[in-house]
T-cell receptor
Framework: AQKITQTQPGMFVQEKEAVTLDCTYD???????LFWYKQPSSGEMIFLIY??????QNATEGRYSLNFQKARKSANLVISASQLGDSAMYFC?????????????FGQGTRLTINP | DTGVSQDPRHKITKRGQNVTFRCDPI?????LYWYRQTLGQGPEFLTY????????KSRLLSDRFSAERPKGSFSTLEIQRTEQGDSAMYLC??????????????FGSGTQLSVL
């Protein structure tokens, strides 16, 4: 069964420091996609970054990068030069085919707090 | 604003009442998803539509839940005879699926349901 594990319930980081949010996944599929979403207190899920299982390069989007280690089944999110506005819940998700349909399976999330 | 919009943002209802939520996806998107998120958890898949066809329903979706997307544009999610366990954030997402694209879901801000 497809599963996402985020082992850090909460993280506290000083402003301007880099932060790594951990994500490991479990799947038997050869083709899959990994996503990171940010959820601020307003509730909206904001797409941050995507990594395909066949992508050889680690995905990058501005200050976000995804450290994809396929053999270890990990897809950690790295935020460089953190800002106060980065404080939010962060969810790792995997696109899985379940009962013939493509769905996103989410982890439990990590609450990131940036301290001034 | 051309993102996914959901209405209402908040709904408080008494146990046993029926409620209906609306989702307007990004206009050119052909897939629409409903997810449910309870406090401290990641979103869980409920159902999705490809254009106007409902292709999959989760086992989480009891007979009291029904979703429609009559013209392949907006969607409604109705909960009949609400129970306190239905209290959650209901998230809608849309995506554009086509040949050679990596499906990325874009979420709305959700409808927070409280059943008293």
């Amino acid at each position: 069964a497809q599963k996402i594990t985020q082992t850090q319930p909460g993280m506290f980081v000083q402003e301007k420091e880099a932060v790594t949010l951990d994500c490991t996944y479990d799947t038997s599929d050869q083709s899959y996609g990994l996503f990171w979403y940010k959820q601020p207190s307003s509730g909206e899920m904001i797409f941050l970054i995507y990594q395909g299982s066949y992508d050889e390069q680690n995905a990058t989007e501005g200050r976000y990068s995804l450290n994809f280690q396929k053999a270890r089944k990990s897809a950690n999110l790295v935020i460089s030069a953190s800002q106060l506005g980065d404080s939010a819940m962060y969810f790792c998700a995997m696109r899985a085919i379940i009962q013939g349909a493509q769905k996103l399976v989410f982890g439990q999330g990590t609450r990131l707090t940036i301290n001034p | 604003d051309t993102g996914v919009s959901q209405d209402p943002r908040h709904k408080i209802t008494k146990r046993g009442q029926n409620v209906t939520f609306r989702c307007d996806p990004i206009s050119e998107h052909n897939r629409l998803y409903w997810y449910r998120q309870t406090l401290g958890q990641g979103p869980e898949f409920l159902t999705y539509f490809q254009n106007e066809a409902q292709l999959e329903k989760s086992r989480l979706l009891s007979d009291r839940f029904s979703a429609e997307r009559p013209k392949g544009s907006f969607s409604t999610l109705e909960i009949q005879r609400t129970e306190q366990g239905d209290s959650a954030m209901y998230l809608c997402a849309s995506s554009l699926v086509g040949l050679g694209t990596n499906e990325k879901l874009f979420f709305g801000s959700g409808t927070q349901l409280s059943v008293l």
